[in-house]
């Protein structure tokens, strides 16, 4: 079974610019959310999708948004690029949501340097 | 203070030690508690996790979480140099999303052959 994709693994960007970043989730998983991992604050949540709408969103500015699609597949976007983005976003899915215990799944992360 | 404290490390030991690694936290509502292993170049992967208090065993690696004192432990017995990895905390409450976890910074360990 095919584990999470993202795409692509490495982007660099120009400050000012705008960046999509890709997940494929597990088949079957319907959940999917987004992390950013900088050495200084570590892991942090962004936002999370199930069945194509926004279930919970993180403390990060309105730059950062996502969608998800009706495949489960989700999209992530930051527009107007600051250096303080540079880091490693990883895409995480899950079968289903809220109550009891459900593993979190990441995939291995689009590295996005900002210039 | 952050929700979540982890000593960052390094932490280095040599092959065969056993390992401690813990993480504190302030919010009470946390019920679920999971420990993750992130190789360099890598997403982090599930490696146990803990439902309230008390200990879950799976080979070598024992989970501990104590939350009359918000502290969660990993201990790893006979530590192989394939360990060496960043080790992550993470928890969430019992209501709402499954998915919406908190991390602790994580602590780099190398076992040394």
């Known amino acids: 079974k095919a584990g999470v994709t993202q795409t692509p693994r490495y982007l660099i960007k120009t400050r000012g610019q705008q960046v999509t970043l890709s997940c494929s989730p597990i088949?079957?998983?319907?959940?999917v959310s987004w992390y950013q991992q900088t050495p200084g604050q570590g892991l942090q949540f962004l936002f999370e999708y199930f069945s194509e709408t926004q279930r919970n969103k993180g403390n990060f500015p309105g730059r950062f948004s996502g969608r998800q699609f009706s495949n489960s597949r989700s999209e992530m976007n930051v527009s107007t690029l600051e250096l303080g983005d540079s880091a490693l976003y990883l895409c995480a899915s899950g079968r289903s949501g809220t109550g009891g215990y459900s593993p979190l799944h990441f995939g291995n992360g689009t590295r996005l340097t900002v210039t | 203070q952050k929700e979540v404290e982890q000593d960052p490390g390094p932490l280095s030991v040599p092959e065969g030690a056993i390992v401690s690694l813990n993480c504190t936290y302030s919010n009470s509502a946390f019920q679920y508690f999971m420990w993750y292993r992130q190789y360099s170049r890598k997403g982090p992967e599930l490696l146990m996790y803990?439902?309230?208090?008390g200990n879950k065993e799976d080979g070598r690696f024992t989970a501990q979480v104590d939350k009359s004192s918000k502290y969660i432990s990993l201990f790893i017995r006979d530590s192989q140099p394939s360990d060496s990895a960043t080790y992550l905390c993470?928890?969430?409450?019992?209501?709402?999303?499954?998915?919406?976890?908190?991390f602790g910074k994580g602590t780099l360990l190398t076992v040394n052959p």
């Open positions: 088949s079957g998983h319907r959940s």
């Open positions: 993470a928890m969430r409450d019992s209501g709402g999303s499954n998915y919406k976890l908190t």
């Open positions: 803990t439902y309230s208090s």
